[in-house]
């Protein structure tokens, strides 16, 4: 019995050590935000992209969120946002708004409720704007942002 016991023990510990671990991979740092482009030299752009993680991983963590800890989208400056034809007034420019990789099945927007946006003041595309199989047969994204719309969860255009 004892020795059950001290089993138990062993796996919750290992339990726990594999959640703080998974946690500690799947939230997004500064690096991952800025890319290849580096940090702006704007100071407002880095503030703006500080306050965009802080309220992506807080809700990435308070709800265990499935994050794949791949960025697909971050920091884009003007003339890159305009080579890769974004949308010319993007969040994205701004550093207000992330693109996080989902699923196929598009698990991590179906987990996020406008309850949970509303905690974080955060805003979300409508995950059928940005499903791969919906739209142009590239892979699936979340696209979160600060800056506020009508809606928590939005139409782009
Ligand atoms: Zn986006």
Redesign the pocket.
């Known amino acids: 019995m004892k020795m059950l016991s001290i089993l138990w023990t062993f796996l919750l510990s290992l339990g726990r050590l594999f959640r703080i671990r998974r946690k500690d991979t799947s939230t997004i740092n500064l690096t991952e935000y800025y890319g290849k482009h580096g940090a702006p030299q704007d100071i407002q752009l880095q503030h703006n992209a500080q306050e965009t993680l802080k309220a992506v991983n807080a809700m990435i963590l308070k709800y265990d969120l499935p994050y794949s800890g791949v960025v697909t989208?971050g920091y884009r400056p003007s003339a890159y946002n305009r080579k890769i034809g974004g949308s010319p007034k993007?969040a994205?420019i701004r550093c207000q708004?992330?693109?996080l990789l989902d699923n196929e099945k598009q698990e991590l927007a179906d987990s996020i409720t406008p309850k949970m946006l509303r905690e974080f003041g955060l805003y979300m595309?409508d995950q059928r704007y940005t499903g791969g199989a919906r739209t142009r047969g590239s892979g699936s994204w979340v696209?979160l942002q600060i800056r506020p719309t009508k809606r928590r969860i939005f139409i782009p255009y």
């Open positions: 989208s993007s994205h708004a992330v693109d595309e696209h």
